[in-house]
């Protein structure tokens, strides 16, 4: 497995390992860091292990539904039961209608309208 290590400034690094191909796509993993050179050189053969003992998903990781799911089943043993409640409500009747089905591997800080995101997050009428 091949990992490559670049400067982007005084102790800032951008650590990349390559993961294979996806339907002829190069998949890379890519981390920012902040340290020394030699601890970004460790970072980066933490990566490469992670990667060749496939500890890294290539490909569909699911949709955001499935990982918020997964969150609340995470959380739920750290947070008092109304947030968790709580946490759910605004889950099921926010995020699932209007992002649910997006792929992990799809979503980005940009969705629009087009894919049906925008209405869900304008304000509630008053009154």
């Known amino acids: 497995m091949r990992g490559s290590l670049h400067e982007l400034g005084d102790d800032h690094w951008k650590l990349r390992v390559f993961m294979g191909r996806d339907n002829g796509?190069?998949?890379?993993?890519?981390?920012?860091?902040?340290?020394?050179?030699?601890?970004?050189?460790?970072?980066?053969?933490?990566?490469?292990?992670?990667?060749?003992?496939?500890?890294?998903t290539v490909g569909n990781a699911g949709n955001l539904s499935d990982l918020l799911d997964r969150w609340l089943d995470y959380i739920t043993p750290?947070?008092?039961?109304?947030?968790?409640?709580?946490?759910?409500?605004?889950?099921?009747?926010?995020?699932?209608?209007?992002l649910g089905k997006v792929r992990l591997d799809r979503l980005t800080g940009r969705l629009s309208r087009r894919e049906g995101v925008g209405d869900a997050w304008q304000p509630a009428p008053a009154g």
């Open 78 to 98: 750290h947070r008092a039961a109304y947030t968790i409640d709580e946490y759910r409500r605004l889950i099921e009747k926010t995020l699932k209608p209007a």
């Open 25 to 56: 796509k190069v998949r890379q993993l890519s981390r920012n860091f902040r340290g020394s050179k030699r601890a970004a050189q460790s970072a980066l053969a933490k990566m490469v292990t992670e990667v060749e003992q496939q500890e890294v």
